[in-house]
C-alpha cells in the first residue's frame, strides 16, 4: 500500500487528527504563554514588560477566539459539539474542554480586559460619534462610574483576576497536554511529562509572539521601541525556553535509557519520517539556535540595531520550533502502528476541510481578529487620551 | 401549583434534556432478552484459524462496513527462530480474501482473528467526551451514532486499533458482536461462518457455556495485557509475539 511500510494495523492506515489539530495546541499554547507575560507585569510587578501589557491581553483574547474553530471543522458532527457541555462525559479529559475555555474566556480574559479598559471605553463611548459610540456604550454595560475610588475597585478586581488567571492559564494548557499525556495506547504520547512540557511551551511561544508583535506594531506606527522592555522579554524567553528545553531533553533521555518495547520504532520514526520535523525543524533551528541567539544578547554586549534583528530572529524561529513541536506530536504521534512494525504517512490535503488552505486562514485570523481589537480598543493609552472630567489618570 | 408560562419556559428545555437521556438508554427492543443473565466475550482458538476469510466477509455484509475500513480483520505471522520479537505480519486488505502463499521460508506461519476485545476497563469509552460510547450492562461495548461527535479520539485511546471513523456517517465504528443478532439467541456473523469453530461467542454468566471448560483446560491469553483492559476477547494458543 502506498505511504505504508512495515504493518499497520488496518484501521490505523488513515491518520485521525489533521494538520488543524496541530494548530488547535499551538494557538492555546500562544493564550496562555501571552496571559502569563502580562501577568508579569500585573502580578509580579516586572513593570519592563508594562508596554505590552495590555497587547498581550488583546493576543491572548483574539487567538482565544479562534482556538476552538479548528476543533470544530475538525468535528465529523460539529452540530452536536453542544452536546460536551449537556452531557460531559465526567471520565474524559476532553469533555473538560468547553468548561475550561469558557472559564478562560469569560471569568479571566473578557473580565480582566474589560476592567482595564473601563475607564478607556466610558471616555470613548462619550467623546465618538455614530456606530463607535453606540459600541463603547454597549461595552460600558452601563458602568459608566470612573471617579478615582471606582477605577481602585476595579484594579483591585483586575489584580485578583490575574491572581486566578496564571493558575487558569497553566490549567488550559495543561490540560491540552494531558489530552495527549494520558493516552495509554500510545507510547510516543503517554507521558505524565506532557502537560508541564505543554504549559513551558506554551509560555515560550505566548511570550514570542508578544515579543514579535510588539516589536512588528511599534515598528509600524514609527514608534520606539522599548529596549528596556524587549530586553526583559527576551530574558524571560531565554529562561522559560531552558526550562522547557530541560523538560524536553529529560524526556528524551528517558525514552532512550530506557528503551522499553515501543522504543525500536519510535526511534526509526524520528530518524527517518520525523527526521525533519524533529531533527532539523524543531530541535536544531527552533530551539538550540535561538536558545543561542538569545543567550548571546546577555553574554555579549551588542548594540540597539543587532539585538532587535536577534530578538526578530529567535523569536521567529521560536515559533517555528514550537509548531514543529506541536506537529511531532500530534502528527508524529500517528505515524507508526501500535503493533510497532510499521509506520503509514501523512498526507496533507490542500484545499479540504482540513487542509492547509484552513490551517493558513486559522493562522492568519486571529491577527485579523487582533488588529480589529487594537482599532477598537487601544493599547497604547496616549493615542485615546479623551478627557473627561473628575476622571482619573489613564494607567 | 401555579405553572406560569416563566415555569414553563424554564421546565421545557430541562423536560427536553431528561427525554433525550431516557431515549438514548433504551437499549434495541428484544423481547425476552435480559441485559442482567449475559455477560459476553469471544473466544479465538488460534490453531484452527486457517486465515479463509470468511469472518472478515460475513462481517462486512452483515454490518455494511466499508471498503477499506474493518471491524473483523485476520493477521498472518511469520516469526523466525532468531528473532521472535519482531515478526513479519501482513493482512492484504484485512484477510478478507485469504492470504497468498508465503513467501517466507523457515520459522512458523500463522493467522490471528482481531475484533473489538470488549475491554471491562475499555480505554475508549473512557476518553468519549459525550458518553456516545457505551458498555452495556451486558459487556458489549457499542458506540451511538446518533450521538457520536466524531472527534476521533476513542480511535487514538484504542490499543488494539479497532477503530476507524464511518465515511459515511462520520461517526466512530467498530465491533459489536454482532448485537443486534446476539440479543435475539443468534450467534455473531463471524462465528457464524467460521468453518473451523475457530471463533465461538461466549457468555460468562451462562453456567452452561462450554467457554468454562475451555478456560479451565487451556491456556488462555488476551492481547496487550499490560495495558490492563481486562480484554474480553479470550485467546487459545497465542503467541507472545503477536501485538
Known amino acids: ?395 | 401549583m401555579n405553572v406560569t408560562r416563566r415555569h414553563m419556559l424554564l421546565l421545557l428545555p430541562a423536560a427536553a434534556i431528561a427525554w433525550k437521556h431516557v431515549l438514548a438508554g433504551t437499549p434495541e427492543a428484544a423481547p425476552n432478552y435480559k441485559l442482567s443473565e449475559h455477560w459476553w466475550s469471544m473466544l479465538i482458538d488460534l490453531p484452527k484459524c486457517i486465515g479463509c476469510g470468511n469472518c472478515v466477509r460475513a462481517c462486512q455484509t452483515e454490518n455494511d462496513v466499508p471498503d477499506g475500513y474493518f471491524r473483523t480483520w485476520v493477521e498472518r505471522y511469520h516469526v523466525t527462530d532468531y528473532d521472535i520479537e519482531n515478526p513479519h505480519v501482513d493482512s492484504p486488505d484485512g484477510g478478507k480474501k485469504g492470504f497468498p502463499p508465503s513467501k517466507e521460508e523457515g520459522g512458523k506461519n500463522f493467522f490471528v482473528p482481531k475484533l473489538c476485545n470488549h475491554c471491562a476497563d475499555s480505554p475508549c469509552t473512557q476518553v468519549c467526551p459525550v458518553g456516545a460510547t457505551f458498555i452495556s450492562p451486558d459487556g458489549v461495548v457499542l458506540v451511538d451514532k446518533k450521538y457520536c461527535l466524531g472527534c476521533r479520539y476513542c480511535v487514538q485511546a484504542c490499543p488494539y486499533g479497532c477503530r476507524f471513523i464511518n465515511p459515511a456517517t462520520e461517526t466512530a465504528e467498530k465491533c459489536t458482536l454482532c448485537y443486534h443478532r446476539i440479543t435475539k439467541g443468534l450467534t455473531t456473523a463471524c462465528c457464524e461462518s467460521c468453518p473451523t469453530g475457530a471463533r465461538q461467542l461466549a457468555d460468562l454468566k451462562n453456567p452452561n457455556d462450554p467457554i468454562h471448560e475451555f478456560l479451565k483446560t487451556h491456556s488462555i491469553q488476551v492481547l496487550k495485557p499490560y495495558m490492563a483492559t481486562h480484554a474480553k476477547v479470550f485467546y487459545n494458543g497465542l503467541d507472545g509475539s503477536v501485538r
Open chain 1, 1 to 395: 500500500m502506498p505511504g505504508v511500510e512495515g504493518f499497520m494495523y488496518p484501521n490505523e492506515i488513515e491518520l485521525q487528527w489533521s494538520v488543524l489539530i496541530v494548530l488547535y495546541p499551538f494557538l492555546t499554547g500562544l493564550v496562555a504563554g501571552a496571559f502569563i507575560l502580562a501577568s508579569l507585569e500585573r502580578v509580579f510587578q516586572v513593570q519592563e514588560v508594562k508596554p505590552t501589557y495590555r497587547l498581550a491581553l488583546l493576543t491572548a483574547l483574539a487567538f482565544l477566539l479562534v482556538a476552538p474553530l479548528p476543533l470544530q471543522l475538525h468535528l465529523g458532527h460539529p452540530e452536536r459539539s453542544y452536546e460536551m457541555y449537556l452531557t460531559p462525559h465526567k471520565t474524559s479529559a476532553m469533555a473538560m474542554f468547553g468548561f475550561v475555555y469558557l472559564w478562560y474566556l469569560m471569568a479571566v480574559l473578557v473580565f480582566e480586559i474589560w476592567l482595564d479598559y473601563r475607564r478607556d471605553i466610558v471616555v470613548l463611548s462619550q467623546s465618538t460619534t455614530g456606530w463607535k459610540r453606540m459600541i463603547y456604550r454597549v461595552m460600558t454595560l452601563g458602568s459608566n462610574n470612573i471617579s478615582e475610588h471606582a477605577l481602585h475597585v476595579d484594579e483591585r478586581v483586575g489584580w485578583v483576576i490575574t491572581l486566578i488567571g496564571i493558575p487558569s492559564a497553566f490549567l488550559l494548557h495543561g490540560y491540552v497536554g494531558f489530552i495527549f499525556g494520558s493516552i495509554k495506547a500510545n507510547p510516543w504520547w503517554s507521558s505524565p511529562l506532557m502537560p508541564v512540557v505543554f504549559i513551558f511551551s506554551a509560555m515560550v511561544s505566548g511570550i514570542a509572539t508578544v515579543m514579535l508583535i510588539y516589536m512588528f506594531v511599534t515598528w509600524a506606527r514609527k514608534e520606539t521601541i522599548d529596549m528596556r522592555c524587549v530586553d526583559t522579554i527576551a530574558r524571560y524567553l531565554l529562561y522559560t525556553f531552558i526550562i522547557d528545553f530541560g523538560l524536553e531533553m529529560l524526556d528524551l533521555i528517558h525514552r532512550i535509557y530506557e528503551s522499553d518495547e515501543s522504543f525500536r520504532s519510535l526511534d526509526f520514526m524520528v530518524h527517518t519520517k520525523l527526521y525533519v520535523s524533529h531533527i532539523v525543524v524543531q530541535i536544531l533551528l527552533g530551539t538550540v539556535t535561538p536558545i543561542t541567539l538569545l543567550a548571546l544578547t546577555q553574554v555579549v554586549r551588542l548594540g540597539e540595531m543587532a539585538r532587535k534583528r536577534i530578538y526578530a530572529l529567535a523569536g521567529c524561529l521560536t515559533l517555528m520550533g514550537i509548531f514543529a513541536m506541536r506537529w511531532n506530536v500530534v502528527i508524529g504521534g500517528q505515524l507508526f502502528s501500535k503493533s510497532f512494525l510499521g509506520y503509514t504517512t501523512y498526507k496533507m490535503g490542500l484545499v479540504t476541510r482540513e487542509g492547509l488552505l484552513m490551517a493558513i486562514v486559522l493562522t492568519i485570523l486571529p491577527l485579523i481578529i487582533l488588529w480589529g481589537l487594537v482599532k477598537l480598543l487601544p493599547p497604547w493609552p496616549e493615542k485615546n487620551a479623551g478627557s473627561l472630567a473628575g476622571a482619573a489618570p489613564a494607567r
